[in-house]
């Protein structure tokens, strides 16, 4: 847990902040002190996680937007900065995915995933780097990733390739704007509780336990463990460390190769 008020005075921005593991984000980042921005379609998720992070002594709003759609990305993201004068931390979050073999796969469907992944990442990360340039550098991007882009996955090709390409895009960023002092770095969860991957990927009986069967740890992670990873590598104790891909999956993909 880092220190109280470690990012106080400080705008984070989290896609997907209005359910699963980007909703925990954006509380831990409001509890440390951050002013947060939840970025998501449905505006009465938004409203609703905001109205519980102010409630709970936060300070937090909510815009409507599709990340797959550049030109409101950058509206919404001037308009946060008139509001509030900054944006210091940028959380790529949001992310569809489901199961589906690649020899069936829609045009639409990988599309649908590739635009939001790496796409929608792409648009976020390159309009508030543009930001953190203009206003002199510094801040911090924490793209979230899957283990299936690193070890592959057959029925989630386009997930697991969008997010190798957020991966790819990180370590790139992470060279160009390492001298304007911004760190980029992935996190990558293995199967998390109570969250959209759960209901949608392993809804089928017996999915989740033959899952929980293959982890060293003997269980699967909670919505907490990574948001903590998460403001780690936002914040200023992790000011050496850029380009990297911290994987907290309980040893899940040990052994693996
Ligand atoms: C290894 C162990 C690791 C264990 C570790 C665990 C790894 C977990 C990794 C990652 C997890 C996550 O990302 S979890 C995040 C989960 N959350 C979500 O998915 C929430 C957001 N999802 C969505 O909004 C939707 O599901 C999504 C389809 C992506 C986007 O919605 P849209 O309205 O834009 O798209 P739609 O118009 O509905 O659909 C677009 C096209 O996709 C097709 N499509 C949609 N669902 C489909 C499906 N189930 N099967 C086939 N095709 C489908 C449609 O038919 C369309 O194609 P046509 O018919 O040809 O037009
Ligand atoms: N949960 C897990 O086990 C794992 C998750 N991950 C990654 O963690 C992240 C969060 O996953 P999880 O918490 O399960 O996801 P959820 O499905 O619970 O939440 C996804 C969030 O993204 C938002 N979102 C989806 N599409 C868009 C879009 N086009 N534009 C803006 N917002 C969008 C959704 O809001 P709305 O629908 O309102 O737009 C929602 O708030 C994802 O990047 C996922 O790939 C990685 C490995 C494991």
């Known amino acids: 847990m880092l220190p109280p008020g470690s990012f106080e005075g ?137 283990t299936p882009a690193l070890f592959g996955d057959p029925d989630t090709a386009h997930s697991a390739s969008a997010k190798a390409g957020v991966l790819a895009m990180t370590k790139s960023l992470a060279i160009a704007w390492g001298r304007h002092g911004i760190r980029l770095n992935v996190v990558t969860p293995g199967l998390t509780d109570d969250t959209g991957a759960v209901s949608q990927l392993f809804a089928a009986e017996g999915a989740y336990a033959a899952n929980l069967e293959k982890i060293p740890v003997g269980r699967h992670a909670n919505r907490d463990e990574i948001a903590e990873a998460v403001t780690y590598l936002l914040s200023d104790h992790a000011g050496y460390v850029t380009g990297q891909n911290l994987v907290i999956d309980g040893g899940r993909s040990l052994g693996i190769g």
């Not at 030109?71 to 509001?83: F, I, N, Q, S, T």
């Not at 509030?84 to 959380?91: K, Q, W």
């Open 10 to 146: 400080r705008v984070a921005v989290i896609t997907g902040g209005s359910s699963g593991i980007g909703e925990t984000i954006a509380r831990h980042l409001a509890a440390l002190g951050a002013t947060v921005v939840l970025l998501g379609r449905r505006p009465d998720a938004l409203r609703e996680v905001v109205a519980s992070i102010r409630e709970a002594g936060g300070s937090a709003a909510g815009f409507a937007a599709d990340v797959r759609d550049r030109e409101r990305v950058e509206a919404v993201l001037a308009e946060v900065v008139d509001r509030y004068g900054r944006i210091d931390h940028l959380v790529n979050n949001a992310a569809g995915n489901f199961r589906v073999a690649p020899e069936e796969m829609s045009p639409n469907a990988w599309n649908a995933v590739v635009r939001i992944v790496l796409d929608g990442s792409w648009h976020c990360t390159q309009t508030v780097g543009r930001h953190l340039i203009a206003r002199g550098g510094g801040g911090s991007v924490v793209s979230i990733g899957t």
